[in-house]
Each structure stands twice: as C-alpha cells, then as structure tokens.
C-alpha cells in the first residue's frame, strides 16, 4: 500500500486513519518502541510459475510421497518391543563388572567425529539425519514451528486438561506398556476413579497401599500431575527433584489433581542440579527416609536448550542420562525374593516386585550411551526402547522404560555408576571424556541385545528423516496441512482412557484492557468456578445430620457408664491431647485463591479460619481434629518441634467420602491419606503486586518459600482393654506432670514390631466411641469369632455401625432412643470424653489414674477401675455364652437326626 501524500487523500483513507489512531508515522514502525515493520505485509508466492490454485505436477508428486510413505503410519495403538536378558547371562556379568570397564578418550566435538558412530547405526543413515536438521538452520523458527503444527499427525492432542503436553505423553506411555507406569492393571477399577463419561468417582483403591513416585528434571511437573490423577484420591504420593529458578516444579498450575500429594526437594546444596554427586545421594537418603522401601516407579524427563548444536545433543546430554539412571537404580525398590526349602533344595519365590524406570533419551549412537542401556538391560527383567506418537516425530526424542529392579542392579551397578559420576565431576572433559562404559566386546559378544538396538535405532532415525523433509516441504508450502488430526486426536483420547475436556480457565480480573466480550466471557467463568463456601461443601456432604449450634456437650466417662454398658467390646478409645466439654473441632478443606482450612466448634454458629497449622491440604476434606505440639525426647526432657494436627475422625477425604463407613475403615483411610498428604517442607508460592507497571500492576508470581509443615497425625482406636495396656511416659512439663504417648511422625520407619520411641504429644483424656448402632450388638459363633447380630426387640436400622456424624454429635435422635422398650442405658449417648486433666483441689492428677495399684479415686475414674470392670464385663459374657452353647447342645440332642429309623 502506498503511503498517500495529500491530506484529502488520507482523511479518505480508512485504514490509513485506523492506523494513525494507533500510533503510525509514516517511515516509523507500531508499537512502544517503533519495533514494528515499516513494508506492507507481503502476500507469498507459490512454489512454481503457475497461477492461483495451481499445483505442479512436481508438487503433486512430492505430496503424494508424503501419504503414501510406509513411515508415514498413523497409529493410534502401540504396541512396544521388548527386550530380555538371559539369567545366566546377567550372573556370569556380575562378577565381571569393575572400573576397569571405563575407557577415555577425545571428546566428541564436531558433526564430522558423530557420523563415525556406527557401531549400532550405519554411517550413511546418520549423515542423512544430519544433514536433513541441518536444512532447518538458516529458516526461521517461527516458520519451522507452524510447519511442524500443520505437518505432525497428533500436534492437535496438545496438553488437554493438563498443565503441558509432558502429562500426554505420560499417559500415552502408561497405555503402552500396558498400565506398567501407574501400575493401574484392573480395567474395572481404574476406570471407577476415573470415567470417561460423567459418572461419579468411586475410590475403589481406598484401603490399597500407596502408590509412590518419583519425579526428576521434570519441572513444571506435567509428568506427576497425570499420575497422581490417574491414581485419583489420596492413592499416590511423588517425591520431585528438579533445577530450582524458572524450571522449577510449578504446583500452583496443578489442576487434575492436587499437588499435596507432592513432596519437593532439591538436594543438599539445594539448587536440584542432578548432575552433583552429593544431590544424588542426598536425594537417596531423603526418599528412604521417607518411606523406606524405595517407589515404585521413577520417571525422569530432563533436557536442556541446545540450540546451534542439535547434532550433538547426545553428546552433550551424557552426564544428564547417567545421573537420571543413577536415580531410577537409587529410588526404585528392588525386587524381594524368599528361598523356600523343598524337598532338600531351596526355591526362590518373588514376595515384592521390583520398581520402574523411565527415563527420556534423545540420540543414542555413541558407545557411552550403548554401555549405559546395556547396564540397565542387566539390572531390570526387561526393557523397551520406545518413541510414543506424542513425542514429535521428526525430533530425536525416545523413552526407555525399564521393569522390575534387581538386586545386582540396586547395588552394584548403582555403586559402579555413582563412581563414573564422580569421576567426570572431577576431570576436565574438554580435554579428555570417558567413551565407553562397557567394553565394545561384551555388548557385541549379545546377539540379541545389539539387533534389538540396530533395529531400534535405524527405524527411529528413518522415521525422524521422513517427518524433517515432510516439515520442509510444508514449511515451502503454507496451504498444506495433514487432515487426519481431529480424527486421530479423538481415537488417541479414547485410547489412553482420557476424557476429551478442556482445562479450567482463570479469569484475569487485573487486566484492564478487556473487552466487553472478553469480560462477559470472564463473568461466565467465574459463576461456574466460584469456589464453595466452608458450609456449602460440609452440606453437600453430610445433608441434615448436623445442625449447630450442638448445645448438648459430650457425656462424661464414668464408672457408671461402665456398669451400664452391655458390652466393653462395642466400645474404642482414641487418646487425645485435649480433653473438654466442648471437644475437638471440625475442619473442612475450601479452595478459593488457595485452598485454606476452615474450623467449626460444636457449640458454634459458622465456620471461621483455621490458622494453628501450617500446610495446605486437599480440597473437600473433612476431619474431626485438634491442634496439638509435636515433641521429641531427647533424654533428658520434652522438646517441643512446633504444631501437629491430631486427626480422631474422617468424613470425606478429597471428594472420597467415608463417612458412612464404620470406625475402624474410616481410621485406615484416615491413615493412608496422612501418608500420602505429610511433608517436611511446605512449598508455598508467593504473589506480588508488579510495581512497575503502577496502578495496572496486577498480583504476578515473585518467589518461592518453605515453611515447616503441620504434620497429621492420626489417632489410632482401641479397645479398652488395650487401654488398660497401654504404655505412657509421664514427665514434668510446665510445672506438673503430663503423660505423653509415643507416635509414629516425621522420618521415622513404620515397623510393628518396634514401637516408637522419638516422638511423642501430650496425652490429657480420651474420646470414647461406640462403633455399633444400639440394636445391634456384638456375639459369638462356634468358632468364637467375633458377629454383629441385630439386638432383640429392637426395631432393625439401615446401618449396623455408627458413621461419623453421629460419633460427631455424639447422641442418638429421638426416634432411636424410642425404639429401646426400657429406655436406652446411657440416655442416647455414643461418645464420651474421660479427661486427664490434673484437678488439684481433689489432689487427682495423672499419676492417679495411672497409677496401677489404686483402684478407685473420689475424684474421678482410674484405669485400674477400667481394668476391673473389664473383667467383669468379660465374665458375665463368658457365663452368657456357656450358658448358650449348653441350650444349643440340649436342643440338638433332642432333635432326631436324618440318619434315625423307625419301625412301621
């Protein structure tokens, strides 16, 4: 377009006066700093001489190549190979493994030292890979990058409801090698967390052990937020290691599932670099220390910019493959065997799998590289060298995905590798590089290993040639685009059991420059995300089973209580650390700009802020809990660590809802979401306002920063016999003596068979329950094991055990009591308080009740009393019982038996 000269001419002009409106000047470019183009934009001509709308017939022909290619396959099911060592094979390596394998050499530097690789590629077809990335180095990224996204068969898969395309690819890998990446095996099961269509979620997994991951070089974390929603709920728990700064693990963006299930951490020196031998071995110590059996599995997705020096990616990349090796031998749990003797000699049985690795590799053509799959070849059951359809074909990107550790793996070759690291940590690789990791005649000596890796290789790099000259021909022809991708986009989904929605979308209320659409648009997104207030979420689940204020307070434990309860046995005891009228509080987990706690009393009116803890917790979550102070004995006193949350009950667990589910489940689910959810560290993100932008200046990301977390933990229900045994420690805390419980928290190994010992918190009552509904009641069969049985002359409920709003209320309704002909023994009540608390002007302190010798207190009831009437309880039932075995005995021999005769 020509500039026009005259006024007249430009008041005439249209576009000319749109385009002075924003800022033009003849000569000058638009924008802040005139950055803008100064020539009109140019229309692009077509390849040829030939008008509009006409093709070559040599353009044709190449188009034609293009679909008709063999190579240009589009799968939507993959199906991976695989590769086995021999087991005499592995056994006769082991004792062969030394230092002695390492050899050095010059480094590799140059195109022309890469294309002499080809011991496992032949030099011809390397050259032609190189030379065909080469064409991309004088054409402009831009032009390349819209190429790819009309050229590549899946670019429309994208990121779907997760943060990136990483959680893609991660999902496409788990279908792949058949749900070994998740460990999601039961098409019934895996499908009740998550349906494709909308069917409500089950937790069908809830009383399962937990899933653990580990997550490496793998920032912003796309990678764990597909598995934990694959896992859903609280089954999963991720430990992630990554470079802190810009590629830092981004939680905030989690929003297919919660990233309190992920636990950060950054090494020693506290950068991530997983290069640095002292991070590596930090990060060991801190997984175990964690949970102690290892993940099972490790997935690690590191890379970094090489831009200028794409050929020798691999090259560059070698340290970073050997140390994400490292860590998939340090944090997988190696398999488990037991020798059995039979029949003189010993059998091996697998009692415990062993871990996965998968690990992202580019370029594998190097002996360094060769020597490092063929360790991993000898320390897992198998592996699979693989390019999903989700990795952009004509880049050099692979995965190997390794199954099931060994023991020769955890150990010697781990120890082997480590000591590889610290060499190159030491040496000045400029000069001289170590080349090879296993020598060539033991790799070259395993027929089946190196055909598995010349076919890998081969049809992977001709796959990668194909997709560069197709992205040329495209990127020399704009009108061109593959129309098979909503199509394939639409099978893959299907495939890899993903439902086809898209992610949330955040309004951006600090953004004055909106239009009236897009604020429109804004408004509609958030009356549909507006999160849930406290008691909205707490109605959705619990309807009208509890009103507040509760003005009845929970009814004191005593002895007469005792004497009218018809049996001990329905009762459990969860100690607490507080012990009043008024009772532990009701916490309900919210989202609004984060997700924050809420606390309702009984005695209350509305929810208000919880802010005794520090640390987020999933959203929809409802417990019954306390605040209390976490101590550690250091031998000569109690010293205080900070706050804990001391969790009795659970109603619904992150949308998992449990509270219809008796005590004793309702406790283990309890338990495995603390698990899950229980971090050193939490990892908050801090926003602030952008001063340099003034009064438009909205709330941006500034940094990172960790505070200690408020452990959960949860109270572990009990018999009252078994509190009557129970083990207390009582020691002079604030001027009076105080009995402390010993608790599982932190680091510590969860073993049975050693009780804990570091940890203790303050013990000052007990919450007593009955977990059965009062006409039921407890019996016993002919094999004396332990029935339910509804209670005669009683009208039958719906439920046999109490759920968690009535232990909550802690009454009866009126209609239940009604149904009891004389009235219900203790007025209604199912949960009572005992507390602990010193009275001194009745000289009554902990020590009394305590205290094994005194059996009864004016003050108050004594666990020596607890114990008495214990055994008389258990007496009278025992006598009950006799009495019934011997009417049952007289019945049956009264009654004739089918094998009688009679005379006619």
Known sequence: MDYPTDQKARDDNKAMKIMERMGFAHGEGLGKNKQGITAPIELRSRIGRRGLGIETEQQHKEFESFLNNELENKPVEEAPEWLKCDEEQRNCLIGQLSDSWIMLGAPITKDEHLMKQDRYCPSELIAELVEAKNVFDTMDRKEVEAARSRANPYETVKAGFFQNRAAMKTANLDKIFDWRLSWEFDDERRLAKNPLNENERDNVDRFSSPFYFADVCAGPGGFSEYMLWRKAFYNAKGFGFTLTGKDDFKLERFKAASSDYFETFYGVNEDGDVTNPDNLES?????????????????????????????????????????????????CRAERRTVKQENGEGNAKVTEKGGNFLCKLFDVFTPFSMGLIYLMYLSFDRVSLHKPITSRPANSERYIFCENLNLFGSTKVKKYLMEVNKRMESMDRKKEDI???????????????????????????????????????????????????????????????????????????????????????????????????????????????????????????????????????????????????????????????????????????NFEAFQSVKGTFPKSTVLLAMCTTLFEDTGKSMHPLGNCLWVLDAAVLNEDNVANFDLKARNAAAHKFAAAVNRLYVRRAIFERNTNKGRRGGMEFSRYTNDIFS????????????????????????????????????????????????????????????????NFMLTRNERNQEEVKPRPGVTPQQNRCTNFYDSFVGYFSEDIRASYPDGHPHNGAITFHWSWAPDFSSNFTVEHILNPELDHHPAGLTMSTVRRLIGISETAKKEERTEEEQKRAQKLETEPTDDCETDE
């Not at 997984?287 to 990616?313: A, K, P």
């Not at 002079?732 to 010992?757: E, I, M």
């Open 283 to 331: 990060l060991e110590k801190f997984v175990n220390d964690r949970i102690h059996t290892g993940v099972h599995l490790v997935m690690c997705d590191g890379g970094f910019s090489v831009d200028g020096q794409e050929n020798l990616q691999e090259v560059l990349s070698k340290r970073l493959y050997l140390c994400q090796f490292i860590v998939g031998l340090s944090l």
């Open 435 to 605: 080349m090879e990791l296993v020598p060539d005649e033991v790799i070259s000596e395993d027929d089946t290993f190196t055909a598995y890796i010349r076919q890998s290789i081969e049809q992977t790099a001709r796959r990668q040639v194909f997709y560069l000259r197709k992205y040329k021909y495209f990127a020399a022809n704009p009108g061109t685009f593959d129309q098979d991708q909503a199509k394939l986009r639409e099978e893959a989904l299907k495939y890899w059991e993903l439902p086809d929605i898209e992610r949330p979308k955040e309004p951006t209320y600090f953004n004055r420059k909106r239009t009236a659409a897009q604020m429109d648009e804004e408004r509609q997104i958030y009356q549909n995300q507006r999160p849930e207030t406290a008691n909205e979420m707490f109605r959705r689940y619990s309807g009208d089973k509890v009103y507040f204020p509760i003005k009845r307070q929970i009814a004191r434990f005593t002895e007469d209580v005792l004497r009218r309860c018809s049996d001990t046995a329905e009762l459990r005891a969860l100690l607490m650390p507080k012990c009043d009228s008024d009772g532990p509080v009701l916490l309900v987990s919210v989202v609004g700009n984060r997700t924050m706690l809420m606390m309702h009393r009984r005695n209350g009116t």
């Open 711 to 774: 452990e959960l933990i949860v109270a572990e229900p009990m018999r009252l016999k078994a509190l009557a045994e129970q083990k207390f420690m009582v020691r002079q805390y604030k001027g009076c003596r105080v009995a402390f419980l010993p608790v599982w928290a932190r680091n510590d190994c969860r073993d049975p068979q050693n009780p804990p010992k570091k940890y203790f918190v303050e013990c000052q009552g007990v919450r007593i329950q009955n977990v059965l509904n009062p």
